[in-house]
């Protein structure tokens, strides 16, 4: 029982890693799931330190994932986004974030760029504070490469953190000026919102409609926005459309439910007193974490 105990106590931070580590939640979930039954057979007289142990057996089984994922991601139908999860606080302890801009979903498809191994030594000491000797037995490697590691991976990830991001109540109310516009067609309000470099990128990985390529600028993405808003009147679909605004990976976002199931979500980047980037998830397989956690809500 104590062993159980101490693993739910662990599995905020073990689910962070692990949802960092792969950019979705559901394999997260999978992946704590046998990290205990490995947890809980390992011999306790070679156990030194048990929170190092779950971390160390986490992180090898995400390293194994992600390695295997590579291989099929080329074959992916459009642009890849990481499933989104809520990050309200309300759900529970499994959406514990630590360093929300961490796990923005920008964030998570830079992270996807690094190898594997960069991944998990950028996050371990980046995120989480890990020392290096910790790190290298988790990898199974040595302290030196996993400086060399972090070197590399920071000299990709850096420029690309996000600036400039104002408060979570400020950055709400503008998100729900734009549910609004968004909800009514206002194209005059929608143009104001936008960034003038304001970027949009949609998941429906070959199973949903969705724009295959990015999309930059606000003459282009106020152009699909008001297309969107006018297909959904024309067809009917509108009529039975509701949008809410939640907190999608520590930033705003507009849940778009139609008669009542999750359709899509709209991440939205806030920088200033604008939309610098919506990044839209409509694979279905990325959107069955979130429904649960919005049917809770």
Same mark, same amino acid.
């Given at each position: 029982?104590? !062993?159980? !105990?101490?693993?739910?106590?662990?599995?905020?931070?073990?689910?962070?890693?692990?949802?960092?580590?792969?950019?979705?939640? +559901?394999?997260? *979930?999978?992946?704590?799931?046998?990290?205990?039954?490995?947890?809980?057979?390992? *011999?306790?007289? /070679?156990?030194?330190?048990?929170?190092?142990?779950?971390?160390?057996?986490?992180?090898?089984?995400?390293?194994?994932?992600?390695?295997?994922?590579?291989? +099929?991601?080329?074959?992916?139908? #459009?642009?890849?986004?990481? $499933?989104?999860?809520?990050?309200? #606080? /309300?759900? #529970?302890?499994?959406?514990?974030?630590?360093?929300? $801009?961490?796990?923005?979903?920008?964030?998570?498809?830079?992270?996807?760029?690094?190898?594997? $191994? *960069?991944?998990?030594?950028?996050?371990?000491?980046?995120?989480?504070?890990?020392?290096?000797? /910790?790190?290298?037995?988790?990898?199974? +490697?040595?302290?030196?490469?996993?400086?060399?590691?972090?070197?590399r991976a920071r000299s990709?990830?850096?420029?690309?953190?996000?600036?400039?991001?104002?408060?979570?109540?400020?950055?709400?109310?503008?998100?729900?000026?734009?549910?609004?516009?968004?909800?009514?067609?206002?194209? +005059?309000?929608?143009?104001?919102?936008?960034?003038?470099?304001?970027?949009?990128?949609?998941?429906?990985?070959?199973?949903?409609?969705?724009?295959?390529?990015?999309?930059?600028?606000?003459?282009s993405v106020l152009k699909?926005?008001?297309?969107?808003?006018?297909?959904?009147?024309?067809?009917?679909?509108?009529?039975?459309?509701?949008?809410?605004?939640?907190?999608?990976?520590?930033?705003?976002?507009?849940?778009?439910?139609? =008669? =009542? !199931?999750?359709?899509?979500?709209?991440?939205?980047?806030? /920088?200033?007193?604008?939309?610098?980037?919506?990044?839209?998830?409509?694979?279905?397989?990325?959107? #069955?974490?979130?429904?649960?956690?919005?049917?809770?809500?």
């Amino acid at each position: 029982m104590a !062993e159980a !105990e101490f693993f739910q106590a662990q599995r905020p931070r073990l689910f962070s890693i692990a949802y960092r580590m792969l950019g979705n939640a +559901t394999e997260a *979930e999978d992946v704590l799931q046998d990290a205990w039954l490995r947890f809980h057979n390992a *011999e306790s007289g /070679e156990v030194r330190s048990p929170q190092a142990l779950a971390a160390t057996i986490v992180t090898r089984l995400c390293l194994d994932r992600v390695k295997s994922a590579r291989a +099929t991601r080329e074959e992916y139908v #459009g642009s890849w986004l990481p $499933e989104p999860i809520l990050t309200t #606080g /309300e759900e #529970g302890p499994d959406v514990l974030m630590e360093r929300s $801009e961490s796990v923005t979903l920008a964030f998570l498809v830079l992270l996807d760029t690094l190898s594997p $191994e *960069e991944r998990a030594v950028f996050l371990l000491k980046d995120v989480y504070d890990y020392e290096h000797t /910790e790190i290298a037995g988790m990898l199974g +490697t040595t302290a030196a490469n996993c400086r060399q590691l972090l070197h590399r991976a920071r000299s990709k990830v850096r420029p690309g953190r996000p600036v400039g991001r104002k408060d979570p109540e400020a950055r709400r109310a503008l998100a729900a000026r734009f549910a609004e516009a968004f909800r009514s067609g206002d194209t +005059t309000q929608l143009a104001q919102l936008l960034a003038a470099d304001v970027t949009f990128v949609a998941d429906g990985g070959g199973k949903a409609a969705a724009a295959k390529r990015p999309m930059y600028g606000r003459d282009s993405v106020l152009k699909l926005l008001v297309g969107i808003y006018q297909s959904g009147v024309a067809s009917g679909v509108a009529a039975h459309a509701k949008v809410d605004v939640v907190e999608v990976n520590s930033e705003p976002a507009l849940a778009l439910r139609i =008669g =009542g !199931e999750l359709d899509a979500v709209f991440v939205l980047a806030i /920088e200033g007193d604008s939309v610098a980037a919506i990044r839209v998830v409509r694979n279905p397989d990325k959107l #069955g974490y979130l429904k649960r956690q919005i049917s809770v809500m």
